[in-house]
């Protein structure tokens, strides 16, 4: 059973316009929320990050975007741009008096069209 | 300074062989974690050490995985007897503290012939 769910396996946009990457999840004990991308032949680097006592966070480019009763986030990459072409992946974590690895989406490959 | 290092970057291995990954995390980081990805599967978790223990060991796919880590640096992650459904690419990832920010390896690719 997906605990976190990234439906898209791929978005493609435009140069300049907005990425918008959605992610769900069904475990309502998830408290904090991740978004890491990947480049072919690297490791995961981390993006941004939201505890669940926010609904937004904001970083230059990035906002994620996080709605608890939905169980739903989303990240907002506005203007993409050509190196924004990657995978990105949706994690999640929950407090449980210590930590736990993330729990990972299986990614959405976003692709910026010159 | 260095971020997360793992060898190999590539590992070819006939079934029933063991193997031994290893990754050395940032300096000065006290949790680190052990992740799987299959082809065209998102990161699935394996292990976690606080130090050089493991209060969760749950992500460990069967008995034939095991891991260990010195102080709080090096870990080494072993599949005994290994086989073609072991083909990923492992992951390692660092924390300054537990629920910090994860920083990520390379990973090792290991093919299980």
């Known amino acids: 059973d997906q605990q976190v769910k990234q439906n898209s396996p791929s978005l493609s946009v435009q140069e300049g316009r907005i990425s918008i990457l959605n992610c769900d999840y069904t475990?309502?004990?998830?408290?904090?929320f991740l978004w890491y991308k990947k480049y072919p032949a690297e490791g995961p680097t981390f993006l941004i990050s939201?505890?669940?006592?926010?609904d937004k966070n904001e970083d230059g480019r990035f906002t994620v975007f996080l709605n608890k009763s939905a169980k739903h986030l989303s990240l907002h990459i506005v203007p993409s741009q050509p190196g924004d072409s990657a995978v990105y992946f949706c994690?999640?974590?929950?407090?449980?008096?210590?930590?736990?690895?993330?729990?990972f989406g299986k990614g959405t490959h976003l692709i910026i069209q010159p | 300074g260095a971020g997360v290092s793992q060898s190999p970057s590539n590992k070819v291995t006939e079934k029933g062989k063991d193997v031994e990954l290893r990754c050395d995390p940032i300096s000065g980081h006290t949790a680190l974690y052990w992740y799987r990805q299959r082809l065209g599967q998102g990161l699935e978790f394996l292990i976690y050490?606080?130090?050089?223990?493991?209060?969760?060991k749950s992500g460990l796919p069967s008995d034939r995985f095991s891991a260990e880590r010195t102080g709080e640096s090096v870990s080494t992650l072993t599949i005994q007897r290994t086989q073609q459904e072991d083909s990923a690419v492992y992951l390692c990832?660092?924390?300054?503290?537990?629920?910090?920010?994860?920083?990520f390896g390379p990973g090792t690719r290991l093919t299980v012939t």
């Open positions: 994690a999640a974590s929950a407090t449980g008096g210590g930590a736990d690895g993330l729990t």
């Open positions: 475990n309502s004990m998830f408290d904090y």
């Open positions: 050490f606080q130090g050089n223990s493991a209060p969760d």
């Open positions: 990832a660092s924390s300054l503290h537990p629920r910090g920010e994860q920083y």
């Open positions: 939201i505890s669940s006592i926010k």
